[in-house]
């Protein structure tokens, strides 16, 4: 072994190298000082100064007053390093650009904290040896997204482990508005504004990178640095939520600071706080972290709730208190009905399938119990199928309350009936079809699958069913032809003929779209009923409960809700859907009450002996605001919000229509002050032939009909509704056969021709229009 000789230079460098470990952090970091042309710099460093006041983190007074009077003179006595030094030692990081574009990057000696779910505001020196003038660009493993959106695979890979998520703690956000630019200068030296968010509390170590455009990255990773953050924790805002009476209650609070953003972080939650959400939903004893400072909070629980709106102060303590009081403006459940939504998905459209296939039941039944919705219907469906399908029981869910029930039922959508139209099957007692353990096996069209649903006792109907409907025009009956090439309530139009469908859905899409088709096949005599549903969240990602179905029940006192109960309320009609903004409750026609067993005991129906006249009663509310929002009202109704009381205001008033709809069209109109006040109403309406009835409060209402008989006579109501429903089954045809496998067609070709005969001796027997 040979011996080893150490020289002076060698154990000067092992030396200096011990020296500087023993070093404070803040003396080993400070940056290099970087020759630059004073008045250019001048320009830049005013422009940062102005920068930082607007992103809220002002330099402190005495080195602005010290900068100011350097900034004042003519740049002697090395000004600019002077300037430098003062606001080096605010930076994180120290980036060094050489003449070949190369990036590398040192730590920088401010002091390394960061705080629990809010922003801190640190500069970034640079040094441009190569004058880029590229935008510089941050980035962090720490910041990667936190989640993957729905691909719509039914049995998609995680992607984002679990364990990856403790990580993926950090939010950038690099300040390149006015004043500053968006790019570099290329000036010699400049400082650029880095603001970072912490979801958690403690210390963190964080790894940020810099770039100025693909291939600047020096070699052996020197563009990037790992730093060791101390994250201060937040101050825990612990919540009292209380409603109307006084009960504890869920509900929702989108809550914002001074600047605008929103708390917890979007881009760092996850469930149960939805991502793609403004809003959180909290009850009594529940907490948000929030750090000091003052914010603005709005807050509600549904449609029947008034939204507020305030300000809290956020002391810089341990924790703190808040109390919010919720108002309503209108309480159906006190009047006999329910709120539902049948249609809303854990899995799937904006949710995540990583770092887990969707969310989970106790998830879904916060955002129920915060929108005030009785029933919450989720539906598993194609995205995250294999996962999802665990959750489905055949009865309701554990995380059900007395007055909120929650069940996973199904959505045929992804699977190869699709084509035909998407069915949403409640009440199931089994959620694979007979013979299947796959998707894909499942039938290629519809009618099967409706059968298989209802022989086992559940509520079968179409999902979102304007879409493959859209006419031209905004009036109704239209007798314009859809294409049929959609996922609506396509084959209804086939389906209905052989009593396969309880029930169209409805608010979710166009309103001229989905009502045409069922005006059409009400004018034959069938008798779909309609019902409210969001499709969460897909057409609608705001909130549960945008579309409702609102049924008549009795509570049992003591007693939960009986989800059969709500479920075959909306399979007789004993329903009316809604925006949740407009109320159309007790409509009864002669007495007979829809839903309800009438004339010889048979459901919503009147016999009459020859042509008179009918009173017709219903108990109505709707509240629009007193202002007008003509961005709602002026929209096209082919448009979003597809429903929504503000489009039914008449002109600048508070007012809205109830209007009769006999066999399709609007024959009577009485107007209602929409200030939330329930108001009887009452029509005198002249009945000539057998006819279907309802009401509703265009776009925002509507009932279920009820079903006038005269003389015994079935409802034939129009020839011409006959003859396009007679059309509509060989467009439904031509589009959808060709998706339809071989095997399966001869019963489908049978099922249509079905379809066709009813539609022809329906056009012999109706009246003429």
């Known amino acids: 072994m040979k011996n080893t000789k150490w020289s ?34 001048v320009q830049a460093v005013k422009r940062l100064i102005t920068a930082l006041d607007m992103a809220g983190a002002p330099l402190d007074k005495k080195d602005l007053s010290q900068l100011e009077k350097l900034l004042a003179g003519k740049g002697e006595d090395h000004a600019h390093e002077k300037i430098q030094k003062i606001l080096d030692k605010h930076c994180l990081i120290g980036v060094h650009i050489n003449p070949e574009s190369r990036v590398k990057v040192q730590e920088g000696p401010c002091k390394k904290e960061l705080m629990q779910q809010g922003w801190r505001t640190f500069l970034i020196k640079v040094h441009n040896e190569a004058g880029v003038t590229a935008p510089l660009k941050a980035s962090s493993p720490n910041a990667k997204p936190l989640y993957k959106r ?30 500053l630019k968006k790019t570099l200068s290329g000036l010699e030296a400049e400082y650029r504004i880095l603001q970072l968010y912490c979801r958690d509390a403690g210390k963190r170590e964080a790894k940020l990178a810099f770039d100025v455009g693909q291939g600047t990255q020096d070699l052996g990773f020197r563009n990037e ?20 009476n006084g009960r504890d209650v869920m509900a929702s609070f989108i809550i914002r600071d001074e600047r605008n953003r929103l708390y917890p972080s979007p881009s760092r939650r996850l469930a149960p706080d939805f991502f793609f959400h403004p809003q959180v939903y909290r009850e009594t004893g529940e907490s948000i972290f929030l750090p000091p400072g003052k914010y603005s909070v709005e807050y509600g629980r549904g449609p029947e709730y008034l939204t507020k709106h305030t300000t809290i102060e956020i002391p810089d303590t341990v924790s703190h208190k808040v109390r919010f009081n919720l108002e309503r403006w209108i309480q159906t459940s006190k009047e006999g009905w329910w709120s539902g939504d049948h249609h809303i998905h854990a899995a799937g459209c904006a949710h995540y399938e990583s770092p887990m296939e969707g969310v989970l039941p106790q998830d879904m039944m916060r955002h129920c119990l915060g929108e005030d919705l009785n ?22 869910n554990a995380f059900s309350k007395d007055e909120y029930l929650m069940r996973y039922d199904v959505e045929v959508s992804g699977f190869p009936s699709s084509h035909a139209g998407h069915l949403s099957l409640l009440r199931l007692v089994e959620d694979d079809y007979p013979g299947t353990t796959k998707i894909h096996e499942w039938p290629s069209w519809d009618l099967p699958i409706l059968q298989w649903a209802q022989k086992q006792g559940g509520i079968a109907g179409f999902s979102h069913s304007g879409w493959g409907l859209q006419i031209p025009g905004d009036h109704l009956p239209n007798y314009n032809m859809p294409p049929f090439d959609g996922i609506g309530a396509n084959e209804y139009i086939v389906d209905v003929v052989h009593g396969a469908v309880d029930f169209i859905s409805t608010v979710d899409t166009p309103i001229i ?47 939960p809700l009986n989800f059969d109960t709500w479920a075959l309320g909306v399979k007789d009609g004993r329903n009316y859907v809604s925006d949740g903004k407009s109320h159309l409750m007790d409509f009864t026609v002669g007495g007979v009450k829809m839903g309800e067993p009438g004339s010889q005991g048979k459901i919503s129906e009147l016999q009459l002996n020859g042509k008179q006249s009918v009173k017709m009663k219903a108990r109505v509310a709707s509240r629009l605001n007193e202002k007008p929002n003509p961005s709602i009202k002026n929209r096209p109704l082919s448009h979003k919000p597809y429903w929504d009381v503000e489009r039914a205001r008449i002109g600048k008033t508070r007012q809205v229509p109830v209007e009769v709809v006999v066999n399709g069209k609007s024959v009577a109109t009485k107007n209602i002050l929409a200030d939330g006040t329930i108001r009887d109403i009452e029509f ?22 009820v079903f006038i008989h005269v003389d015994g006579k079935p409802i034939r109501a129009s020839k011409k509704s006959a003859e396009w429903c007679l059309k509509a089954v060989d467009v439904c045809w031509n589009q959808k056969q060709g998706r339809i496998r071989d095997s399966e067609k001869p019963a489908a070709i049978k099922a249509y021709d079905v379809a066709r005969q009813a539609y022809r001796q329906a056009v012999r027997d109706s009246v003429e229009d």
């Open 513 to 559: 779209w989905e009502l045409n088709i069922w005006y059409h096949t009400l004018n034959c005599g069938y008798r779909a009923r309609i019902s409210g549903e969001t499709d969460f969240p897909c057409i609608y990602g705001e909130k549960v409960g945008l579309g409702r179905s609102y049924v008549k029940m009795t509570r049992t006192p003591g007693k």
């Open 8 to 41: 002076c230079p060698r154990l000067l460098i092992v030396f200096g190298f011990l020296f500087s470990l023993a070093l404070p952090m803040n003396l080993r970091a400070e940056l290099p000082l970087v020759k630059v042309e004073f008045q250019p710099f």
């Open 150 to 179: 729905s691909t719509g695979s039914p049995d998609p890979k995680r992607t984002i482990p679990e364990g990856e998520v403790i990580h993926r703690f950090l939010d950038i956000h690099s300040i390149v508005r006015s004043p």
């Open 375 to 396: 029933v919450g219907c989720v539906l598993s469906w194609g995205p995250c199928w294999y996962f999802q399908k665990q959750f489905f029981e055949g009865k309701v």
């Open 225 to 244: 640095v790992s730093i060791l953050f101390n994250s201060k924790r937040a101050v825990e805002v612990v919540l009292e939520v209380k409603d109307f």
């Open 684 to 705: 005198d309406i002249p009945i000539k032939h057998s006819s279907w009835v309802a009401l509703r409060i265009f776009p925002s209402a509507h009932t279920n009909p």
